[in-house]
């Protein structure tokens, strides 16, 4: 009898939520509801449908969508056909939108028709071999496209003719210099990428199990939504898909569904806390837990969410990482300490899921560097993207010395969770040193007058740079008190005293990039950088 080869692919995620947990639930808005099973079920038909129309293994599909139960049958159907899942950022400009269409060699779009106009101008710049599939809400075709819904009346697909090593995903990052740079994944990376989290979240202090409920506020365009759309599957977690942000529904959606686990940026947090209607959901909010990612989660608004009845804790990762790397559970070292020591790790950016080998780099002599210590972050895991797609010299760069190079200054503290410091793109460097934007940000965000805030360096002529904090403020912002209370900072040892900003510019809100992040570029701008 001949050994047969299990293949880690995306498929076997899909049947194993079906078998298990056939039952549970996948809900749109108050649109739609599947069970995995029929859920299931309706992918095998995707796939099949697909098929017949002419996608072939090893074609790009683009999908252009808010998150929606079209755009989570694509997550599974595309990879599992054997072609190439992109996930196109909807917030880029219609420029860099055609660009990325156009590098990613896409042959097929799958588009929500609100999306149409986009593409309509651009239609003439793409190559004309590439075919349109559209779909509207009330499931009545778009004219002059092929109807998404009517790929589902196929009979269904039960064998997928997959390896684990082919091309699963591929997206393009969103650069904050130059064009949105292409990272691809397996279906191997996505699977063990998936085990991974799953186990790392079934730790305290979140503690997932198959009855958590999921409403993942990390668009779908955006790094496999951080890769929960296959993990609830295979743990048995109810999926709450919120389709266009709209924070009133969503709030909504989270009491009548039972949401108890959420992701997101602290963006989305700092908005979902401060709708008017927050204080009509604390009922809901006492058995929310949320994980904060995409950039560092500020103190102040972390003690807001506890404060708040929500269990929220950081984590870490990168478009090139699949993108999970950290999470702020509790690890061995911490299970055991006093809940303010907890609670000061677990919103760190966290401490390693298994099969993730992270270290400090000196990023020039690429030296590994003890505990404490500050450089570069540094990775090693199964689930990190080779390549820059078809960017060789980029590809180089990232991989120096034989490690993934994050471009992330941090530290590794005597608990083993890692502290960031600050981007390399994004230091102020005054005097010859460096000064920690995002420590100095989360010190200010514990102020009570303010209600975001981001640091940006400024041209000095005699420092090189110094520090200017942009500030969106709450209640009667006196800049006066809040440096009075940077000074007494200084004087507990929290902050060094040239770290305290020469400028404080009050605005009505942050800038952000297309996931949401505060955009420090635009800011910068501001300053005439």
């Known amino acids: 009898m001949a050994y047969y080869r299990y293949e880690l692919t995306i498929d076997k995620l899909l049947e194993s939520g079906a078998r298990t947990f056939p039952n549970r639930e996948i809900v749109y808005r108050d649109l739609r509801r599947y069970s995995f099973q029929s859920f299931t079920d309706s992918v095998k038909r995707l796939v099949s449908g697909l098929r017949k129309l002419g996608v072939k293994k090893g074609d790009r599909v683009a999908v252009i969508d808010w998150d929606t ?27 860099i939108i055609l660009k990325t269409l156009i590098a990613a060699e896409d042959k097929w779009i799958i588009i929500r028709d609100e999306f149409l106009p986009l593409l309509e101008k651009a239609k003439s710049l793409l190559p004309s071999s590439v075919k349109i599939i559209a779909y509207s809400e009330s499931k009545e075709p778009v004219k002059g496209y092929v109807n998404f819904w009517d790929l589902l009346n196929e009979d269904p697909t039960e064998f997928f003719d997959i390896s684990e090593n082919e091309q699963a995903t591929i997206f393009f990052t969103s650069g904050t210099t130059g064009d949105p740079k292409g990272v691809w994944f397996t279906h191997r990376d ?23 409920t999921f409403l ?28 266009k942000y709209d924070y009133g529904l969503i709030l909504k959606l989270m009491e009548r569904e039972g949401v108890t686990f959420s992701a997101m940026v602290p963006t989305i947090l700092h908005m979902i806390l401060n709708h008017p209607e927050a204080v009509n959901y604390l009922n809901v909010f006492k058995n929310w837990k949320v994980v904060i990612g995409g950039s560092a989660l500020p103190e102040g608004l972390a003690i807001k969410a506890r404060d708040m009845g929500i269990t929220v804790l950081a984590g870490y990762g990168l478009s090139e990482t699949c993108p999970v790397l950290t999470v702020g559970f509790h690890n061995g070292l911490l299970e055991n300490e006093r809940e303010d020591i907890k609670f000061k790790e677990q919103i760190t950016a966290g401490t390693p899921l298994p099969f993730v080998d992270l270290r400090i780099m000196d990023p020039l002599s690429g ?97 090189g740079e110094r520090p200017v ?55 910068r701008e501001k300053l005439g950088k």
């Open 69 to 95: 139960d079209v755009y989570m049958h694509a997550y599974y159907a595309i990879p599992m056909l054997g072609a190439t899942l992109h996930t196109v950022n909807i917030r880029y400009p219609p420029e």
């Open 216 to 243: 993942i506020l990390v668009p779908m365009f955006h790094v496999h939504a951080w890769g929960l759309p296959y993990v609830a599957l295979i743990n048995g977690n109810k999926y709450v898909l919120p389709g």
């Open 190 to 212: 996505i699977v063990l990428h998936t085990v991974g989290t799953a186990l790392t979240f079934s730790r305290s202090p979140t503690y997932i199990t198959p009855k958590d």
């Open 367 to 463: 030296e590994l560097l003890p505990k404490n210590k500050i450089g570069e972050i540094v990775v090693r895991s199964p689930w990190l993207t080779r390549e820059y797609y078809k960017d060789p010299e980029r590809t180089s760069d990232l991989w120096r010395f034989g490690w993934l190079h994050t471009g992330d200054l941090g530290y590794i503290d005597d608990y083993g969770y890692v502290r960031i410091v600050d981007r390399t793109k994004d230091a102020v460097k005054s005097g010859g040193e460096f000064i920690p934007t995002l420590i100095l940000e989360n010190i200010i965000s514990l102020h009570p007058s303010v209600s975001q805030v981001a640091v940006v360096g400024m041209k000095d002529e005699k420092w």
């Open 469 to 523: 904090a942009f500030i969106v403020p709450k209640g009667n912002f006196n800049e006066n008190d809040l440096r009075a209370f940077l000074k007494e900072m200084v004087r507990q040892g929290k902050i060094q005293d040239w770290w305290i900003p020469d400028r404080f510019i009050l605005i009505d809100s942050m800038p952000l990039t297309s996931t949401n992040k505060i955009d420090k570029k635009v800011l």
